[in-house]
Each structure stands twice: as C-alpha cells, then as structure tokens.
C-alpha cells in the first residue's frame, strides 16, 4: 500500500505543487489549506506523515502539533515561510520532526518526506519494539517502560515529546556510555537526517528540565566536554 500523506499549506499553488510532485512519487496524497479541517482529517485519515504549514486560518500550525501529539506520533514536517528560530525551535517542542524553511527545492522536500517515512517504518519494525519481555529500565526514582514509551520520575508520569523519549530511552539503554552529538543523530535522527547537531542539544535541554532536581546542574544527563553526552541515570 502508497505512504498516505496529508499536505496542510493555505497557499493554493503551493499546496497544488506539492501533491502533484507527491503523487508523481507514488504517495497517496491529501489536502487542506484550513487549520481547522487538517486537525479533523489528521485524525481521521491517520496519514503516514503530515506536512504542515505554520500561518494558517483558523488554526495554525504550531497548535494543530500541539494537539495531535497528545494522542499520535505521525511525523510531522512543518513547513515555515519565517526564518525565525523560535518558530523552528517551538515546533520541536510541541513535537514536530522536521521542518523546512520556504522557499525550499522540491527535491529536498522529497528527501525529507522519504527519509521521515523510512525512519518511522524502521521504529515500527525494529525487532523487539513492542515486546513484552523487555524490562523496565529503573534508576532509582527514574523508571522508563518500553513498551508504555512512559516515563516515571517518583511515581509521577513525565511528559515528553516522542524525539525527547526516545533520546532519552537510547542513552538509558547505552548508560554510563559517552555519546557524540553526531553520533545521537544518527542512532535517534536517523543516518538521513540533515538537521544540525544542535537539534541534539535543544532535546538534551527539554529533557534535563524534566528530570533533573537542577537542570543547570544537570547529575543524570551529562555534558562530557569536548566529548558529548552521558546518561548516569
């Protein structure tokens, strides 16, 4: 079965190009240029991956991430006219796993689409991914399930975007264990991914703010100068 693909851009001619360049590529494709209406049909179509432009009518971007992510992991490519860092760094946050700034080439979109897509099939198939006899991983108050994908610091559930946990579950994995930013790319991001290293470094941040006593002075996520990082759990 084609990669179904929602397409969520208010510029029609934008909007028509990208599907057409989609489906030449073999994607099942749908389209909405209303904030509103691409929260419904994500939802309800459950698509593959979701390109998402941020200035929307009635419901922009950054807030449709936000609601879907609180009960679905679709990719998310948001799509942004502003080369603003704090609208690349907020749609990271709410949970988006790319973006792209206009104007951009269509064969780096495609690039993008394709690499997200593999890199979500790949999490789907890994051996082991949902199997029900992998433990929890335990250090002392700081509990990580798995097969929940939930964290517990003291009992309490810990809130974290899909990129956060799974940062976090690949260095508790590989604990005591010295991790360059290339490196956590390419284990967590994918081989494929073209975003910067400091994506690594914004994560570790989000992270260490919800599970450190003192991120400032972070015990469990540790900066190794001139190294990386290290989890101590």
Known sequence: MPETILVVEDELSLRETLAYNLQKAGYLVNTTGNGREALRLGRELQPDLILLDIMLPELDGLEIT?????????????????????????????????????????????????AMLRRSQYAQDSPGAESPEKSFLVFEDLVLDPIRHEVRLRGEAIRLK????????????????????EQILARVWGWDYVGGTRTVDVHI?????KIEEDSANPVRLVTVRGAGYRFDG
């Open 66 to 114: 936000r609601i879907l992510r609180q009960d679905s992991s679709v990719p998310i490519l948001m799509l942004t006219a502003r080369d603003d860092e704090i609208d690349r760094v907020l749609g990271l946050e709410l949970g988006a796993d790319d973006y792209l700034t206009k104007p951009f080439s269509m064969r780096e979109l495609l690039a993008r689409v394709k």
């Open 162 to 181: 899909p990129k956060e946990y799974d940062l976090l579950l690949y260095l508790a994995e590989h604990a005591g264990q010295v991790f360059s930013r």
């Open 205 to 209: 941040r989000w992270i260490r703010a």
